[in-house]
Nanobody, 131 residues
């Protein structure tokens, strides 16, 4: 499956952005988008990649890193093969390259928050929050 993230850009502190991730194709085992557990990660300059948010296959379960709780919302549209990350009240520390990731596996915490839990990755989209 191929993942294409978009929607990044330059925004002022307190502003909002909506990231999108489009999925195409199927996994090696033939799974379509609705069978994929999806995650968002980010990597700030000079730092490692960190978990941001995740959403279950049917969208009923969501998980967020504590620093974005109440500000970010992850959602998905299985009919459109899309996953979204709505980011509000952005802070300078949210500046990073954001990646979407997917796995057809059934994973549970803490693996849902770890890179090794995901098999497919998009190319990343840069979010810059200026003060």
């Amino acid at each position: 499956v191929q993942l294409q993230a978009s929607g990044g850009g330059l925004v002022q502190t307190g502003g909002s952005l909506r990231l999108s991730c489009a999925a195409s194709g199927r996994t090696s085992s033939g799974h379509g988008f609705s069978r994929l557990f999806m995650g968002w990660f980010r990597q700030a300059q000079g730092k490692g990649r960190e978990f941001v948010a995740a959403i279950s296959r049917d969208g009923t379960r969501r998980d967020y890193i504590e620093s974005v709780q109440g500000r970010f919302t992850v959602s998905r549209d299985n009919a459109k093969n899309m996953v979204y990350l709505q980011m509000n009240s952005l802070k300078s520390e949210d500046t990073a390259v954001y990646y979407c990731a997917a796995t057809p596996g059934i994973i549970t915490a803490p693996l849902t928050r770890e890179e090794r839990g995901y098999d497919n990755w998009g190319q990343g989209t840069l979010v810059t929050v200026s003060s």
